[in-house]
């Protein structure tokens, strides 16, 4: 039987892609596909949105609607997505939200709502950046303090949060393999007289500009040595098809905050 998957944000640049990637899953059906109230794109067809022949489903401001599926999947903000997770634990509905820019409080919150609920929570559903963040924890505690971490990510110029949720997420997986917490060792900008580099410190270079979908670079520069792990998002319908993977993985499991990692068995 289908999965019937309910998408908040369906007339956003991700929700469009989700809605088509649900619609050409095979497994998968689309349930309800929300939009914000007042949207000039209430009401009119999730196909039709999504750039595929009509669906006979139009879009609906109603959050119980789109919580009346199996899975609901939501990239909108991150006040929008908390309250779409907390309607969801009161709704019982799994919930997966690639959603970027959380707060430390907000993603406390969310992991508070995924004791009622299962939640997938990824700020990258690429199956590639998933295989990165499993490798750069093992580099990271493979190769110790003697190397420095830096972190260099690009986005296209609409990008509204920095670093990007998977910059972060990349640097966490490295302050995991060196057994260190991300907050005491995260050097998230750098600007005027900043001194020698602290030992042990995980940098960030942000850059912004164009079309870029995504790009991430983790250097470990050593001694007269140096790797680099990247990866370079083609389309973003990689991001979409991850979603719905975890959409589907997630129904029937325990309550829980999971993530790719999780889905993928990495």
Not at 55 to 84: Q, Y
Not at 99 to 114: F, K, N, R, V, Y
Not at 116 to 143: D, F, H, K, Q, W
């Amino acid at each position: 039987m289908a999965t019937r998957i309910g998408v908040f944000g369906a007339n956003g640049r991700m929700g469009r892609m989700i809605v088509k990637a649900v619609a050409e899953a095979g497994t998968a059906a689309l349930a309800a596909a929300g939009v914000r109230p007042g949207s000039a794109d209430l009401g009119v067809d999730a196909g039709t949105l999504a750039g595929l022949p009509p669906l006979g489903l139009a879009t609906t401001d109603r959050n119980a609607e789109v919580l009346a599926a199996d899975v609901a999947i939501d990239f909108t903000l991150p006040d929008a997505t908390l309250a779409h997770a907390a309607d969801a634990a009161d709704a019982g509905t799994p919930f997966v939200t690639g959603t970027t820019g959380l707060s430390a409080d907000q993603e406390a919150a969310l992991a508070a709502i995924a004791t009622r609920i299962p939640v997938v929570y990824a700020p990258n559903m690429s199956v590639g950046v998933n295989l990165l963040l499993a490798l750069v924890e093992r580099v990271a505690a493979t190769l110790g303090d003697p190397w420095d971490i830096e972190i260099v990510e690009m986005h296209h110029n609409r990008k509204v949060d920095a670093p990007s949720g998977t910059a972060v997420g990349l640097g966490r997986a490295a302050a995991q393999g060196r057994g260190r917490q991300f907050e005491d060792v995260a050097v998230l900008s750098r600007e005027g007289h900043t001194g020698p580099r602290v030992a042990g410190q995980i940098g960030f270079a942000t850059m912004r500009g164009g079309d870029v979908i995504g790009e991430h670079t983790v250097v470990f520069a050593g001694p007269s040595e140096r790797i680099e792990l990247g990866h370079r998002a083609g389309g973003r319908h990689i991001f979409a098809n991850g979603a719905v993977t975890a959409a589907q993985w997630a129904v029937g499991r325990a309550p829980g905050l999971y993530s790719m990692r999780d889905v993928l068995g990495l």
